[in-house]
């Protein structure tokens, strides 16, 4: 089973790092699987990813207060409004521009009602 909790948190390192560069993957949602699944497989893999200087701050914050870096929040509605306005330029259909401006609306709320640091 430590195999698979492993190989689960390597897939969302790699998620996460892809992210980094595709505004519409998240990576610190991925960072945080990563953390939950390496600490149930590998203490090491776990202290490094907790002690890596770019990485590591996101979650230790998550982990201690619950809280979201400003940046990221900007970054984040910053991606959000990137992705409906490509969404209202296609066209997509009124009922699917709906849904989407809930859910990304929800989204939004909960980041914006995180602590900061």
């Keep these: 089973m430590r195999f698979i909790w492993a ?3 390597l897939v969302c390192i790699a998620l996460a790092l892809i992210g980094v560069v595709l505004p519409l993957l998240p990576t610190v949602p991925f960072l945080l699987l990563a953390a939950f699944f390496f600490a149930r497989s590998s203490e ?6 907790l002690s890596h200087p770019k990485l590591g701050p996101p979650i ?3 982990q201690t207060r619950g809280a979201i870096n400003p940046g ?3 970054i984040a509605t910053l991606s959000i ?9 296609i066209g997509l259909k009124t009922s699917l521009l ?3 401006a809930v859910v990304l ?3 939004l709320l909960f980041i914006w ?3 900061n640091w």
Excluded: M, Y
């Excluded at 090491?44 to 990813?49: A, G, S, T």
């Excluded at 409004?81 to 330029?89: C, D, E, M, N, T």
């Design 7 to 9: 190989t689960l948190g």
């Design 105 to 107: 609306g929800c989204v």
């Design 98 to 100: 709906l849904i989407q």
């Design 113 to 115: 009602t995180r602590p």
């Design 44 to 49: 090491r893999l776990h202290n490094w990813l």
């Design 60 to 62: 230790e914050d998550w």
């Design 72 to 74: 990221a929040k900007r």
């Design 81 to 89: 409004v990137v992705v409906f306005g490509i969404s209202l330029a």
